[in-house]
């Protein structure tokens, strides 16, 4: 109950991060895009009266955990919010050659930074990518990064939002055409499981399974995923290869606490 009342209490939000938080995929009506953080954004302002929440969204796209050290956290000390996601590592794990080891120990010198200047911080596990073409075989990499997540949290008293273990996001109805980014449910399901670990009650259930659909042939899955690696794996792989990012000359999208 004390961690209910301290959720309802909040009045201002901050999210870190990359695309995650960002919110690619998930178009937002007055252009742009939306995503989790924006969502758990309105969940929490709901409980507020009409004015008095406020909300900042720094994440960019493609940022790596130094880049969100080096220039997003330093606004957390200028913010001070009641509540900051950060949500960081999965691009520098997708990298050849990471070590989740390595990447789990900055992520944790991080989240101090964080926890001396705001109120609570809420941090999410990485996604399980068992289904997903290429992606499948960094399984281990991931899995290792989020047992250190998870103890991480425990050491600095983070909520967690288990992305790994919530079952509805292995629907290929989660995701959007590139593989790499949420659909808009599937950034709703997000923000209701985020809602949930900071002690908020949801009347949708963010695990809730998906209706039945039609099975796909082999021959359609097969079909699929060459479109799905000639549309999106490979030029990504492209921009990887040539020190490229998606989010160069990107800006974020909220820097500042506003009112919702």
């Known amino acids: 109950m004390a961690d209910l009342l301290e ?13 995650f938080t960002e919110g690619l995929n998930d178009p937002a009506p007055e252009g742009g895009f939306a995503g989790w953080a924006d969502r758990l954004a309105g969940l929490l302002a709901a409980r507020r009266p009409a004015g008095e929440f406020r909300y900042a969204n720094l994440a960019v796209r493609g940022r790596l955990l130094d880049q969100i050290v080096a220039e997003q956290i330093p606004q957390v000390r200028r913010l001070a919010p009641d509540l900051v996601t ?3 590592g999965g691009n520098d794990i997708l990298r050849p050659g990471s070590d989740p080891d390595e990447v789990a120990e900055r992520f944790e010198r991080a989240v ?19 289904g997903v073409p290429v992606l499948k075989h960094l399984r281990g990499k991931i899995a290792t990064y989020n047992m250190h997540l998870r103890a991480i949290a425990d050491r600095n008293d983070c909520a967690v939002a288990d992305l790994w273990s919530l079952r509805p996001l292995q629907d290929r109805r989660s995701w959007s055409e590139d593989r790499l980014h949420l659909s808009p449910e599937g950034h709703q399901r997000v923000a209701l499981l985020a809602a ?65």
């Not at 101090?112 to 068992?130: A, M, N, P, W, Y």
């Open 196 to 260: 949930r670990a900071l002690g908020l009650p949801t009347e949708a259930d963010p695990a809730a399974a998906w209706p039945a659909e039609a099975p796909h042939s082999a021959a359609e899955l097969r079909q699929e995923n060459l479109q799905w690696a000639r549309e999106y794996l490979l030029p990504w792989v492209g921009r990887r290869l040539r020190g490229e990012s998606s989010g160069d000359h990107v800006e974020a999208k909220r820097p500042d606490l506003l009112p919702l």
């Open 86 to 88: 950060l949500c960081a």
């Open 112 to 130: 101090r930074t964080v926890r001396d200047h705001s109120g609570r911080v809420l941090i999410c596990t990485g996604f399980d990518t068992r």
């Open 7 to 19: 959720t309802l209490d909040l009045s201002s939000y901050a999210a870190l991060g990359d695309s």
